[in-house]
């Protein structure tokens, strides 16, 4: 762990772990002791006194505070900060992949890719900072004009998963600061660290510009989601509730913003497809296959879990995966080579078992899936990708994530009834289709085709690039976060009628003389 240590060391973060930080200002909170573990081996990682609903308020008023300063400042001299940021992350980015290696399991490479992932997000932010346009629109009046404008917000809460602790928090507050919002950031409880390593990097910025950054525009306060998740929920000084996880929790957040009239920005659980035609590249799609279902050990939103493929080639594509699904190389995610780390704990492991039971029980065939302890370190929850053979068309286990490398297989003989299986499950996050004939690409593209937020011909589901706006339908939640023109839900929009001729024309020609 001593790898870990002088990362830390290296980010300024002391041994005494703090739950409530506003700026580089920290405190113990009031509620319960927090134990994060390593998924690599189990061991014990972080202690915390975890902020409790006590504690939501004074960070909840320092945040308004700060955002009537913040909201003044002009966008392109924020943007200056969030650069600043960026360059830190550059700076600091091994360090920073070593503590998402041990606190979420991540293989180096992978790690290296979610630090470079706030590195970009940053620099997009930097530019957006210069592009918050508005539209000026044709008026029906003389002497007028129709504008429109868009302003900050107010403090945005963060709540976000596991899966990537730094990458979606960055999503979320490079934007948001660009366009004049405080964050306040409640990571998940499984990876503290991560967030306190982002917030460190961000208080070290903010003392390089004194004066000139309100610490209360980041916050971050280490708790659960019943407790801390729930209060910020609630709490009507947040605007914006952008929620990153399970659709179970997308739904308890979004009722409690909805109670309140707020706005909630959801990203929620996937359950991703890929249609594999005849005249498919067997070559790509093969590669393609593997990265989006083991990647991340099955534990990314956009993984591939549902293949649906041409029976003509179903045999021979199952064959090559599962060939390469068995020799695989899983173990520490921070050796060189190793391509599949650990599950995040054991409740991950129990859920994938109990998955491929069920699998089983409706006539799936399962090959692999079982727990590896030989050449692993002791401790973590090390799984063989599991790849499972249906012949019947939907087995209700397809229906559901689980959080893990299961691939489902199914096989289609028409592509519109490939197209209809694909989007015959609640979840509506990426998608995917391999093909070399330009007709099946653009009806998957098409609005007849995928359902989804995220659609790919000849990529898989997963890998999203940070200039995409990013999200996806049905019980995925309807949020885009990222890229395009994500930055609109973090600010508000007014429409300005001017009027600077000497009469006052009514719209739609009314009369009305008094
Ligand atoms: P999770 O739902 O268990 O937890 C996510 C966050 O929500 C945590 O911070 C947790 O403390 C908080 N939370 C839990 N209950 C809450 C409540 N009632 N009120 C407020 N906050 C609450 O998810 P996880 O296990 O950390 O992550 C895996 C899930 O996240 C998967 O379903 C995955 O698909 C999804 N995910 C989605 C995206 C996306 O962009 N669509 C990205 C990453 C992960």
Redesign the pocket.
């Known amino acids: 762990m001593s790898d870990l240590k002088s990362a830390l060391q290296r980010l300024g973060i002391a041994a005494d772990h703090r739950a409530i930080w506003i700026g580089g200002e920290s405190k113990i909170g009031s509620g319960a002791t927090l134990i994060g573990r390593s998924p690599i081996d189990g061991s014990t990682l972080s202690t915390f006194t975890a902020a409790s609903t006590a504690d939501v308020s004074r960070v909840l008023s320092s945040s308004r505070e700060a955002f009537q300063i913040w909201r003044d400042i002009p966008a392109p001299a924020r943007g200056e900060f969030v650069r600043r940021v960026g360059n830190r992350f550059r700076e600091l980015k091994s360090e920073l992949a070593t503590v998402i290696s041990w606190e979420a399991g991540k293989i180096t490479q992978e790690a290296l890719g979610e630090v470079q992932e706030v590195i970009d997000i940053c620099d997009f932010a930097v530019g957006l900072s210069r592009q918050l346009y508005g539209l000026t629109i044709a008026t029906e009046r003389p002497g007028h004009r129709l504008a429109e404008q868009w302003h900050p917000l107010g403090p945005i809460g963060v709540?976000?998963?596991?899966?990537?602790p730094m990458a979606?928090w960055a999503w979320n507050a490079a934007l948001a600061w660009v366009c004049g919002d405080p964050v306040i950031w409640?990571?998940?409880?499984?990876t503290p660290l991560c967030a306190i390593a982002c917030q460190a990097v961000v208080a070290s910025v903010m003392k390089e510009m004194p004066n000139e950054i309100p610490p209360g525009i980041s916050s971050v306060l280490i708790g659960?989601?019943?407790d801390?998740?729930?209060a910020?929920?609630a709490a009507p000084e947040l605007p914006l509730i952008s929620?990153?996880?399970?659709?179970?929790?997308?739904q308890?957040?979004a009722q409690?913003v909805a109670a309140r009239l707020g706005r909630s920005l959801l990203?929620?659980?996937?359950n991703n497809g890929m249609i594999v035609t005849p005249s498919a590249d067997l070559e790509l799609t093969i590669r393609a296959i593997v990265f989006s279902a083991v990647g991340t050990c099955g534990?990314?939103?956009?993984t591939l879990r549902r293949l649906i493929v041409h029976e003509s080639l179903a045999d021979e594509v199952v064959r090559r995966t599962k060939s390469i699904f068995e020799r695989l190389p899983i173990g520490d995610p921070r050796q060189t080579g190793t391509l599949i780390g650990p599950l995040?704990d054991e409740a991950a492991f129990r859920a994938m078992q109990h998955a491929l039971q069920q699998a089983q029980s409706e006539g799936g065939i399962v090959h692999g899936g079982a727990r590896i302890t030989e050449g692993v370190p002791a401790g973590g929850f090390y799984v063989r990708p599991a790849l499972v053979e249906f012949s019947q068309p939907s087995p209700s286990i397809v229906r559901e994530?689980t959080?893990a490398p299961i691939l489902y297989v199914l096989r289609y003989r028409e592509l519109a009834e490939a197209i209809a299986m694909h989007n015959d499950v609640p979840q509506g996050?990426a998608s995917s289709i391999m093909t070399t004939d330009v007709r099946e690409a653009e009806l998957f593209c098409s609005a007849a085709g995928s359902d989804c937020g995220i659609v790919n011909v000849n990529v898989g589901p997963s890998g999203a690039e940070i200039g995409g706006a990013?999200?996806?339908e049905k019980a995925?939640?309807g949020?885009r976060?990222s890229g395009s023109d994500s930055w609109k839900a973090y600010m508000r929009r007014t429409t300005n009628t001017i009027n600077y001729s000497r009469d006052l024309p009514l719209a739609q020609g009314i009369r009305f003389e008094v």
Not at 159 to 164: C, E, M, P
Not at 243 to 250: I, L, V
Not at 299 to 302: A, F, K
């Open positions: 709540i976000t998963a596991f899966n990537f979606v409640k990571p998940s409880e499984k659960t989601g019943s801390v998740g729930e910020l929920s929620a990153t996880g399970s659709t179970r929790m997308g308890a957040v409690r990203e929620l659980g996937g534990q990314r939103c956009t995040i994530e959080f996050l990013f999200g996806g995925t939640g949020g976060e």
